[in-house]
């Protein structure tokens, strides 16, 4: 590397080539030194130029974020077709339903919802010491509680070590609410395997529509992403001509977003950032520092409710 500096009028001479070259490691840690004090410098004055939150901020700036990003499981509930005649849409509505369902029940990241596995009714439950070695979880119905229980080891997320787990599992039964049961049944008796036809069976949750080449109806990173997106387009824009879609101002965007929903609701609902953490099973540092889009008159708001109730006592 040293051997093919040349000179740059202006900037670097040809005396300066020859002192780098005849003590390279000095000269390395000079221009790390350098690097540092240059990388405060630009902390002081940079800016964001793209707001990782305009595609969600109709959800954001409503007063309860969940309810308003609910409205767009809502749509597809509406729009759904008739299983008779359409029964590929059908099964494709159903699995955005869920996606977008599960994603705000459990504030999962892309990958460990995409990787999610489904312990079919009626077969033993994976054991967890296999769910750890393969680094995912799975839907599975719970017996104890009645209910679908979602169990995901925690060397399956991105922030394993997090004070979140403490080593423990990610454990949480889904709720019997708005359908949610039912359409769960309904996608795997039914629905799933019309999507992965003749294709192999991953043996994931969610599966995607397989074409007559696919040889598995696995997703990956790029094709969750798209779905999920393709879901907010069909169902959650509000289009001023054909009157669908259930947000006006909503734009395109990916899975990840809704973790940021669920952070904010509950930031407007508690200022807690260590109850919003529970959320997306993270840290209130985090949270704080990177969802925490908390407005100075919602922490009023929130201030004034609790004073508000020793008036109403009187």
């Not at 729009?79 to 994603?103: C, K, Q, S, W």
């Not at 508000?308 to 009187?314: G, L, R």
Request: hydrophobic content about 40%; charged content about 25%.
């Amino acid at each position: 590397m040293g051997s093919s500096l040349r000179p740059i009028e202006g900037l670097v001479t040809e005396a300066d080539i020859i002192a780098v070259q005849s003590d390279w490691p000095a000269a390395c840690d000079r221009m790390y030194k350098h690097a540092r004090r240059r990388i405060k410098e630009i902390d002081r004055v940079a800016r964001v130029h793209r707001d990782p939150f305009e595609p969600i901020l109709p959800v954001l700036e409503a007063p309860s974020p969940v309810g308003e990003y609910r409205k767009i499981t809502e749509e597809i509930l509406l729009r759904m077709p008739d299983e008779r005649y359409n029964a590929r849409a059908t099964a494709e509505a159903v699995r955005a339903f869920l996606m977008l369902r599960i994603g705000l029940h459990t504030g999962l990241r892309q990958k460990n919802l995409r990787e999610l596995l489904l312990c079919q009714p009626g077969t033993l439950p994976t054991s967890e010491r296999k769910l750890e070695d393969t680094k995912r979880g799975e839907l599975r119905w719970s017996s104890r509680d009645q209910g679908w229980e979602i169990l995901i080891p925690s060397v399956a997320f991105k922030n394993a070590n997090s004070s979140f787990f403490g080593s423990k599992p990610f454990r949480l039964i889904l709720p019997d609410l708005g359908r949610l049961y039912e359409l769960i049944e309904a996608w795997i008796e039914r629905h799933r395997a019309r999507l992965i036809g003749e294709a192999a069976d991953p043996g994931t949750f969610f599966v995607k529509t397989a074409k007559k080449i696919s040889t598995n109806a696995a997703y990956c990173q790029n094709t969750f992403y798209e779905a999920w997106r393709t879901a907010i387009q069909r169902y959650g824009i509000y289009n001023p001509w054909t009157k669908r879609g259930a947000i006006e101002g909503l734009l395109p965007h990916g899975p990840h977003n809704v973790r940021d929903v669920l952070a904010t609701h509950i930031l407007k609902r508690t200022g807690s950032y260590e109850q919003a953490s529970y959320a997306i099973q993270d840290t209130p540092d985090m949270v704080a520092q990177h969802y925490g889009r908390f407005l100075p008159q919602d922490k009023s708001e929130i201030a004034a409710r609790i004073l508000n109730q020793v008036w109403e006592a009187a």
